[in-house]
């Protein structure tokens, strides 16, 4: 099934520095969306990117998206202690039966260190 | 805007016990997914209903599972009778429609244990 995997499973920087994650898909997608979830609380949504866009920005976060290799990447920028968080994107599923669905990574952990 | 509210935010029940999890919606959001999340398998999707029908069940686990909506501003996701293999965080989210498309908001959710 068509899943996003992020990459890597787990970061550890500085505060300041900039901290950059991967998704990885499967199959054909509409759009692709990156989530952070804090510890104890629901997702949050951060950005979307459609299919026939490459990238996008929303304050410190830019995300890049490469149909051709079925790829995106996360980038924040001057990281802070408060991104400390778990990130996850999520694709959808092209057209048809389930284009509905967000089909939801295993998320990258990141720790900022102040 | 209050954002989509669950509740219980934590429950702990013995197995066999029967376990209900509450949702209310974003008022005016039409698309309603439940969800599960654990260490193992990740974010599963439950169920989703798109104006208070429900449209795929697929992702319920078994017949113990049940999920309804009665009307816009609340859903429901009931276990009966709950099992150990049951814990997990149960997150409720919402979207303005067309899910996949548009962000889904998703509440707090309901850490549930079963002993």
């Known amino acids: 099934s068509q899943q996003g995997e992020e990459d890597p499973q787990a970061l550890s920087i500085q505060e300041g520095e900039n901290a950059t994650m991967n998704c990885s898909y499967k199959?054909?997608?509409?759009?692709l969306q990156w989530y952070r979830q804090n510890s104890g609380r629901g997702l949050v949504h951060l950005i979307l990117i459609r299919s026939n866009e490459r990238e996008k920005h929303s304050g410190r976060l830019r995300v890049t998206l490469d149909t051709s290799k079925k790829s995106s990447s996360l980038l924040i920028t001057a990281s802070r202690a408060a991104d400390t968080a778990s990130y996850f994107c999520?694709?959808?599923?092209?057209?048809?039966?389930?284009?509905?669905?967000?089909?939801f990574g295993k998320g990258t952990k990141l720790s900022v260190i102040p | 805007d209050a954002g989509v509210i669950q509740s219980p935010r934590h429950e702990v029940t013995e197995m066999g016990q029967e376990v209900t999890l509450r949702c209310k919606p974003i008022?005016?959001?039409?698309?309603l997914f439940w969800y599960r999340q654990t260490m193992m398998r990740g974010l599963e999707l439950l169920i989703y209903?798109?104006?208070?029908?429900?449209?795929?069940d697929s992702g319920m686990p078994e017949d113990r599972f049940s999920a309804k909506m009665p009307n816009a501003s609340f859903s429901t996701l009931k276990i009966q009778p709950s099992e150990p293999r049951d814990s997990a965080v149960y997150f409720c989210a919402t979207a303005v429609m067309g899910g996949a498309r548009q962000p889904q908001h998703f509440g707090d959710g309901t850490r549930l244990s079963i002993l």
């Open positions: 199959t054909s997608i509409n759009n």
């Open positions: 209903f798109n104006n208070n029908v429900p449209i795929d």
């Open positions: 008022s005016g959001h039409n698309s």
């Open positions: 999520a694709t959808d599923r092209g057209s048809g039966a389930g284009s509905y669905q967000l089909t």
